[in-house]
């Protein structure tokens, strides 16, 4: 039965080596498959997807206005597909992520997407949070921080290889780090802006003091 698969990790995890290891898996069997990658991601070129470890494929480049169930349903038309594979999935927009549950849901092809969770600032990429929302299995695949701690978090470099904290979402290119979340202090990169209160500080014991007399079920009570 087909399903809508998401598999999310930091970055140099190995997600793309993953995706071209099961798509050679699948044309080791005879099987056809479709890949696809964003036309912005041009790191090896474009359409063209490739690993640190010098693996590579041809893809489809899409943009952001790109049909992706139309393509997908004009293609088997004319031959059978077994599977379609989608690399840097964060990119994708809402309404593309919809396109493809239409791909499974329609025209029973498994999707398997590959992709980061969150950019720099710890926040979520549209496309990751509707596969994550919207896909039948989730799975991640894991990477390591120089902690030694699990790595969940994808910190940005500039040339010099110091901290970027802020930015446009968007920046293609090697200049990441994968960091676990205590090592990526999320509390100074995140646009959400808490801090936790010093020690003996409380902003919960005067904002749970309720003024009665404005309530008029009071004197019941």
Known sequence: M???YFYYSAMNAGKSTTLLQ????????????LLYTPSLDDRVGQGVIGSRIGLESPAEAFGREFDLFVDIRDKQATEKISCIFVDEAQFLTAKQVMQLTFVVDRLGIPVLCYGLRTDFQGEPFE????????????????TVCPSGKKATMNARLD???DRVWEGEQVDIGH????????????DRVSPIGYQPPGDGESVNKAASVVDRSADPTSALQ
């Open 2 to 4: 087909a399903k809508l």
């Open 22 to 33: 099961a798509a050679y898996n699948y044309r080791e069997r005879g099987m056809n498959v």
């Open 127 to 142: 496309g990751s949070k509707y596969l994550m929302a919207w896909a039948e299995q989730l799975s991640e695949i894991k």
């Open 159 to 161: 040339e010099n290889g």
């Open 175 to 186: 200049h990441y780090i994968a960091l676990s979340r205590k090592e990526f202090q999320l």
